[in-house]
């Protein structure tokens, strides 16, 4: 049975999507919009409006009119800075000469060389999506955001490799940044569930696991952050393109574009190679620990049950996975393909290890989603909403719009029936209020670049996507009764 996108209409250009309440999206159009007094009167929740800026030396929380912006100190470079800028550029200079002389060189003798050879010698595939994968991330100012699996606590990765932290309770960004050398061209984050102190993050030469210590208290957030790390490595293990916690905590699952899925015991940084030559493109765990998922860039997906870990290899469209989140009994998995546009494919996974593909998703009916690929998948810690993200695949044209479904379990619906339903749309804040003088002026339409659900919200559930221009927003969608 299909759905019925007839009645979705997209917010306007002039409007941004502040919350759901009781399945109704609720747009703004200006500050002094009547469905502000609808919120008000819902009880709604007032967050603060984050701004991540595109260059950062050091994060600081200044206040301009009603918005809070985090920006860089000193606000002018000393003479010695100006200096040093100018050295890096001169070196900068030569190196890109030298890298492209280079290029030339290795691309004439690709030329000459099989198609075999080529891949195998040149990993010109890995090169390939490695390359499409940084572009996509390193363009914004944020890249990735993640929510702290028991405080109102998000890391944001930056897009110079540095991780900063908010603290939602204060309201405060944390004076001191997660940085190290070891730490370059961040593709993954996650913090580690029932061990919250631990985030993990995958980069170019393996895995740099923070370990920090986190208070409780809630008057403001300290002066220093005690913070550890510790990095993983594994031979032949890098470019990390995706990591996975199990649920428990007990391991983390990594995979790399060069080939491996490797599952560590972090408090021995031990690593224990699970596949070799799968260059690996998504993980994830199911939410008991009973699966887990992989796909490769090859579009082959292999799923192990975790108590002999045998494997499955599971017949797919032959697209490469780029996004997937499972229902929250662990039955079925969201996924969205890398090349395959406007459909979310929904695999289900009995306790006994047997498979089917479900009701497809198809997205095409939706004039703003038509020939777009989705490039990431959140669903909610209660399952009730998944939220989709979209690029575009042909005209390389990013959609500023979020899309919204009602969610469902397998045991809920009737055998073969859909488990999203009631499809509506959100759009980001693209327009700047001329009452705000302090208002940060953002760019038109930004498109969102991660997506992360708060792990503890009472009223319902709580999305914070990161956009394009660097804003971080709170969208809250009240399906619950406020706790009187």
């Given at each position: 049975m299909s759905l019925d996108f007839s009645q979705i209409l997209a917010p306007s250009l002039n409007e941004v999507s502040i919350a759901e309440i009781e399945g109704k999206i609720l747009n703004l159009g200006c500050a002094k919009d009547q469905n502000l007094t609808h919120y008000i009167n819902s009880e709604g929740i007032v967050f603060p409006n984050l701004q991540v800026p595109y260059q950062l030396s050091h994060p600081d929380l200044v206040h301009l009119g009603t918005r809070r912006v985090v920006t860089d100190l000193p606000t002018s470079p000393t003479a010695y800075?100006?200096?040093?800028?100018?050295?890096?550029?001169?070196?900068?200079?030569?190196?890109?000469?030298?890298?492209?002389?280079?290029?030339?060189?290795?691309?004439?003798?690709?030329?000459?060389?099989?198609?075999?050879?080529?891949?195998?010698?040149?990993?010109?595939?890995?090169?390939?999506?490695?390359?499409?994968?940084?572009?996509?991330?390193?363009?914004?100012?944020?890249?990735?955001?993640?929510?702290?699996?028991y405080f109102s606590i998000f890391a944001v990765a930056h897009r110079v490799d540095v991780i900063l932290l908010y603290d939602l309770r204060v309201e405060e960004w944390f004076p001191e940044v997660l940085?190290?050398?070891?730490?370059?061209?961040?593709?993954?984050?996650?913090?580690?569930?029932?061990?919250?102190?631990?985030?993990?993050?995958?980069?170019?030469?393996?895995?740099?696991?923070?370990?920090?210590?986190?208070?409780?208290?809630?008057?403001?957030?300290?002066?220093?952050?005690?913070?550890?790390?510790?990095?993983?490595?594994?031979?032949?293990?890098?470019?990390?393109?995706?990591?996975?916690?199990?649920?428990?905590?007990?391991?983390?699952?990594?995979?790399?574009?060069?080939?491996?899925?490797?599952?560590?015991?972090?408090a021995f940084e031990t690593g224990t190679p699970l596949t070799r030559n799968r260059k690996v493109t998504f993980l994830s765990w199911s939410p008991v620990g009973e699966f887990l998922f992989s796909s490769?860039?090859?579009?082959?997906?292999?799923?192990?049950?975790?108590?002999?870990?045998?494997?499955?290899?599971?017949?797919?469209?032959?697209?490469?996975v780029e996004t997937g989140c499972w229902t929250t009994d662990g039955r079925a998995l969201f996924l969205g393909f890398d090349g395959y546009?406007?459909?979310?494919?929904?695999?289900?996974?009995?306790?006994?290890?047997?498979?089917?593909?479900?009701?497809?998703?198809?997205?095409?009916?939706?004039?703003?989603?038509?020939?777009?690929?989705?490039?990431?998948?959140?669903?909610?810690?209660?399952?009730?909403?998944?939220?989709?993200?979209?690029?575009?695949?042909?005209?390389?044209?990013?959609?500023?719009?979020?899309?919204?479904f009602d969610a469902k379990l397998p045991s809920q619906v009737s055998k073969k029936a859909n488990l999203l339903n009631f499809p509506r749309t959100m759009r980001g804040p693209a327009w700047n209020d001329p009452d705000d003088q302090g208002a940060f002026l953002t760019q038109s339409d930004p498109k969102p670049v991660s997506l992360s659900f708060a792990k503890q919200f009472t009223r319902g559930s709580l999305l914070s996507p990161v956009w394009g221009d660097g804003q971080i927003s709170f969208i809250p969608f009240l399906y619950n009764k406020a706790n009187k």
């Open positions: 800075g100006r200096f040093m800028d100018s050295v890096k550029h001169s070196i900068d200079e030569q190196i890109n000469q030298a890298q492209t002389y280079i290029q030339e060189v290795t691309q004439n003798i690709k030329d000459m060389l099989p198609s075999f050879l080529n891949n195998y010698i040149f990993n010109a595939d890995t090169e390939e999506y490695m390359q499409s994968l940084r572009m996509k991330i390193d363009r914004y100012p944020a890249k990735i955001i993640d929510w702290h699996p940085e190290n050398s070891l730490q370059k061209e961040i593709t993954c984050m996650a913090w580690k569930p029932l061990g919250g102190n631990i985030l993990a993050v995958g980069c170019r030469r393996g895995i740099c696991l923070w370990e920090l210590s986190l208070e409780q208290k809630k008057e403001s957030v300290p002066t220093r952050l005690p913070a550890w790390m510790r990095h993983l490595h594994y031979p032949g293990h890098e470019n990390i393109v995706s990591l996975a916690w199990h649920p428990h905590g007990y391991s983390l699952a990594t995979g790399s574009a060069d080939g491996s899925v490797i599952l560590w015991d972090t490769s860039l090859d579009g082959k997906i292999e799923v192990w049950e975790t108590q002999r870990w045998t494997s499955k290899t599971i017949t797919s469209n032959g697209y490469p546009e406007g459909e979310i494919l929904v695999l289900s996974i009995s306790p006994n290890f047997d498979y089917e593909w479900l009701p497809k998703i198809d997205l095409s009916p939706i004039p703003e989603c038509a020939g777009i690929g989705i490039e990431q998948l959140a669903i909610d810690p209660n399952g009730e909403r998944l939220i989709a993200c979209f690029k575009n695949t042909q005209l390389f044209k990013d959609t500023p719009l979020l899309l919204v």
